[in-house]
C-alpha cells in the first residue's frame, strides 16, 4: 500500500528583502522504501521568479521585487510527491521587505540653448516606492556645472531656466 509522504520540520522564513535572494530548503519523509529517493518537489501556488529544485527541495526565489512589495504578504504552496503520485503540500505566506529606490527622472532633458532665447526645462521623476508606505515625496535638488552660471534652477516648480549670452554659446 503506497502512502503518502510528509512535509517535516515545516519551518520557512516567512520574511523575504525586496532585491535579495531568498532561500529555503524542504525536507519530507515517507514510509514506503524508496520512495523517500525519488520525491518530486513542485510550487503549485508562487510569486513570479520563485523556484523550487524538482529533486532537492531547495526553494528559491531571485530577487523579489517592488512589485512584490505592493502584493505583500505573497502566497506560497509547497508539494512533495512521491513515485506512486501521492503528495503532501504546505501553504504559507512571505512578507517582502521594502528598500528604498532610488527616484527616476522621466522627463527627457532639452539639450540645447539658443542666444539670448530663455532656456526652460521641467524635471519630472517618479518614486517607484511611492505605491508602498514608506514612500516620501521627491525633493530635486541641481549641483551646477560653474561653465553654466546663466542657469537658475527652481526647486520649487522643478524647472530648470535661463537665457544664456553671447559668452555663453
Given amino acids: 500500500v503506497n502512502r503518502a509522504p510528509s512535509l517535516?520540520?515545516?519551518?520557512?522564513?516567512?520574511?523575504a528583502t525586496?532585491?535579495?535572494?531568498?532561500q529555503a530548503q524542504f525536507r519530507a519523509t515517507d514510509l514506503?522504501?524508496?520512495d523517500a529517493d525519488n520525491f518530486i518537489w513542485s510550487l503549485p501556488s508562487k510569486p513570479a521568479n520563485m523556484n523550487i529544485n524538482a529533486s532537492?527541495?531547495?526553494l528559491t526565489w531571485n530577487s523579489p521585487t517592488n512589485q512584490s512589495v505592493v502584493e505583500s504578504p505573497v502566497s506560497v504552496t509547497?508539494?512533495?510527491?512521491?513515485?506512486?503520485?501521492?503528495?503532501?503540500?504546505q501553504t504559507y505566506l512571505i512578507t517582502v521587505n521594502n528598500i528604498n529606490d532610488p527616484p527616476e527622472i522621466t522627463s527627457e532633458a532639452v539639450t540645447e540653448a539658443k542666444e539670448d532665447t530663455l532656456y526652460t526645462y521641467e524635471i519630472r521623476a517618479k518614486d517607484i516606492d511611492k505605491e508602498t508606505e514608506?514612500?516620501?515625496?521627491?525633493?530635486?535638488?541641481l549641483q551646477m556645472n560653474p561653465?553654466?552660471?546663466?542657469?537658475?534652477f527652481d526647486a520649487e516648480?522643478?524647472?530648470l531656466y535661463g537665457t544664456p549670452e553671447q559668452q555663453d554659446t
Avoid: C, E
Fill in 147 to 152: 561653465n553654466l552660471g546663466w542657469l537658475q
Fill in 78 to 89: 509547497v508539494r512533495v510527491t512521491d513515485a506512486g503520485g501521492l503528495f503532501d503540500q
Fill in 134 to 141: 514608506d514612500s516620501d515625496s521627491l525633493r530635486y535638488h
Fill in 56 to 58: 532537492t527541495g531547495l
Fill in 8 to 15: 517535516v520540520n515545516f519551518d520557512p522564513d516567512t520574511a
Fill in 18 to 22: 525586496q532585491g535579495k535572494i531568498y
Fill in 157 to 159: 516648480i522643478n524647472m
Fill in 32 to 34: 514506503n522504501p524508496g
